[in-house]
């Protein structure tokens, strides 16, 4: 390992120390944020994140029933038939831009606080 | 290509689909931080850039993730074209590093570290439009200690293949 090595690893810590702040800064307002939910590259549900109970939905994934617990502002998949289990193992999530991505099952969750998504199509 | 080359190429693409399957046994990085592993068969391929040609990498790569496609993840699924462009993109930023830049063999194995994520965040776009920029940060920090430790056993190895009579009688 070379000074260029450490160089070039300082370098990556401050980009990525800087993307981690951004995010942390676009991450303010938690009364919009929701958890969009899509089936096949399809919305097929919007949770509201902004509840005080407990909340169970299940949505129909391409391998059977896929539960998703949704709790102070958090989002995770509970249970899920898969080989690996990847998406129930990840937790829960919470921030702006986080996803959770469950490839056999063709679901995909994502968190947003953009209030964009709330119109069906804008027209230019 | 002489016999020797060819035989020789063959047994490293060997062992990095072997590498390749005895990682995905290793239970410890499995899942709790998704998409994040060590990537032992960087090895091979950061061995073959500091031996042979850019053309030989190329060839290696793409067999090796066609192989692992066929024995584990199943051809043409998405996490074989997720694998496809995450090792074209990092050998050809290794490959650009080791003869452009003044780095180490470690610091060559950051980038392609890195490199090998970023091509696979490219495809995880493309097929589901997702915005991977909180993963990007945790990608960019996971790849110094994978880096580091990949691209210290490549020179380990290499250091002592290139001691070995053997290998220089080609």
């Known amino acids: 390992m ?13 980009i990525a120390i800087m993307i981690l702040i951004v995010i942390a800064i676009s991450d303010n307002n938690k009364n ?19 509840v005080e109970e407990t909340q169970e939905y299940t949505v129909e994934g391409y391998n059977g029933e896929v539960k998703i617990i949704v709790e ?3 989002i995770k998949v509970d249970e899920e038939n898969s080989p690996l289990h990847l998406c129930s193992k990840q ?18 969750i994502k968190i947003t606080s953009d209030s964009q998504e709330q119109y069906d199509t804008i027209i230019r | 290509m002489e016999i020797k080359k060819i035989s020789r190429l063959a047994m490293l693409l060997a062992i990095s689909v072997t590498l390749n399957i005895i990682e995905s046994f290793l239970p410890i990085f499995n899942g709790y931080i998704p998409g994040f592993k060590i990537g032992l ?40 074209f997720f694998s496809l462009s995450g090792s074209i993109l990092s050998i050809i930023t ?21 490199s090998h994520t970023i091509g696979q965040i490219i495809m995880a776009i493309i097929f589901y439009n997702l915005n991977m920029i909180y993963y990007m940060a945790f990608a960019l920090i996971f790849s110094i200690p994978t880096g580091i430790l990949i691209g210290f056993l490549a020179k380990e190895i290499k250091k002592t293949l290139d001691t070995s009579i053997e290998w220089q009688n080609n």
């Open chain 2, 41 to 80: 068969a960087n090895i091979v391929i950061l061995i073959v850039i500091y031996v042979y040609n850019f053309k030989d990498v190329l060839i290696i790569s793409i067999l090796r993730v066609f192989l692992v496609g066929i024995l584990r993840t199943g051809l043409f699924s998405p996490s074989f």
């Open chain 2, 94 to 114: 290794m490959y650009l590093a080791k003869k452009y830049t003044k780095l180490s063999i470690i610091g060559v194995s950051i980038l392609g570290s890195i």
């Open chain 1, 91 to 108: 937790g829960f999530i919470e921030k702006n831009y986080e996803s959770i991505v469950c490839l056999p099952n063709k679901i995909i």
């Open chain 1, 32 to 50: 919009t944020k929701k958890a969009l939910i899509y089936y096949d590259n399809n919305l097929i549900k919007t949770i509201d994140l902004n």
């Open chain 1, 72 to 74: 102070n502002g958090k």
């Open chain 1, 2 to 14: 070379n000074k260029n090595d450490i160089k070039l690893i300082i370098i990556i810590l401050i």
